[in-house]
């Protein structure tokens, strides 16, 4: 067990089984070989970790500190099998390593967004409907005062509907962009 794990007061499990892998498993962090493309790659790592996430939602919160991270030898698998989907695209190291960490940020950002929203309707007993109609009053007097035309025209011009899945899919593609930008620039 990783001392920080226990520090921490995270489950021994964690050190264990890192990424959701079976002690013993020979399978780089459930990842399987690495994509010739590194767009297919990190789409593939985002999605496996959101799946890591979604069963295990206390993982996200162990995994917060990039700057203390907790000592895993199958977290460290995970992280090498991304940087080698990035090793042939120019990138320094110093970039590789940020691309992942921010990729990384992003799905957790998620996930713990995701984990918040259950633990809301646990406390409240409501549904986000439900809470958006109890708190609609509200933000229609907020609204009402014409500060924020921006923001009214997601109520106005179409129904508007917020959901974690189209969101996650939004800004991770955005994100994936971001990076081809940055590839391109760097091969240019």
Do not use: C, K
């Amino acid at each position: 067990m990783s001392s920080n794990a226990g520090r921490a007061g995270f489950p021994p499990a964690f050190a264990a089984r890192g990424l959701g892998r079976s002690p013993g498993s020979r399978r780089e962090a459930g990842q399987g070989p690495v994509p010739a493309d590194w767009r297919e790659a990190l789409e593939h790592a985002a999605r496996r970790l959101r799946a890591v996430y979604s069963r295990h939602p206390w993982v996200a919160q162990a995994m917060a500190s990039f700057t203390r991270p907790i000592v895993s030898a199958n977290v460290m698998r995970y992280t090498e099998w991304v940087l080698r989907a990035l090793g042939d695209t120019g990138l320094t190291p110093y970039q590789m390593i940020h691309t992942h960490l921010v990729r990384f940020a992003y799905v957790q950002g998620v996930a713990m967004a995701a984990e918040l929203e259950t633990q809301a309707q646990q406390d409240t007993g409501m549904s986000d409907e439900e809470w958006m109609a109890r708190n609609e009053p509200q933000f229609d007097v907020i609204t009402a005062t014409g500060n924020y035309p921006l923001l009214n025209t997601l109520f106005t011009q179409a129904p508007f509907d917020l959901d974690l899945e189209t969101l996650f899919e939004f800004g991770l593609a955005r994100t994936l962009d971001g990076f081809a930008m940055m590839i391109a620039e760097t091969s240019a």
